[in-house]
């Protein structure tokens, strides 16, 4: 049983700061890719921020210079540090994670129950 638990979120005005971090946990052998999506009322959930196992990072377009991530292979958690803030980030921020339960055996896709970041203008 694996579990993916969030934490941060909340409401701050436009240009402020806010952390997510993001926790697995249960029977893990490795945790590959780790990151964060965001859905909003009436919108499709896009990537925000992710990164690998070997450190490679990818961002989306409208975060890159703002967001932030870091993700620490020992513990298996992942950090998502969240600058300028904007109306336009209000969303619920859900965190997912690829695990593998045993080596060799293929990485399956995890998701938390999101966080909610509201910002207002």
């Known amino acids: 049983q694996v579990q993916l638990v969030e934490s941060g979120g909340g409401l701050v005005q436009a240009g402020g700061s806010l952390r997510l971090s993001c926790a697995a946990s249960g029977s893990i052998f490795r945790v590959t890719d780790m990151g964060w999506y965001r859905q909003s009322p009436g919108k499709e959930r896009e990537l925000v921020a992710m990164a690998s196992v070997g450190g490679n990072t990818n961002y989306a377009d409208s975060v890159k210079g703002r967001f932030t991530i870091s993700k620490d292979n020992a513990e298996n958690t992942v950090v998502l540090q969240m600058n300028s803030l904007k109306p336009e980030d209000t969303a619920l921020y859900l965190c997912?994670?690829?695990?593998?339960?045993?080596?060799?055996?293929?990485?399956?896709?995890?998701w938390g129950e999101g966080a909610l970041v509201t910002v207002s203008s």
């Open positions: 997912y994670a690829r695990i593998q339960y045993l080596p060799y055996h293929t990485a399956l896709p995890y």
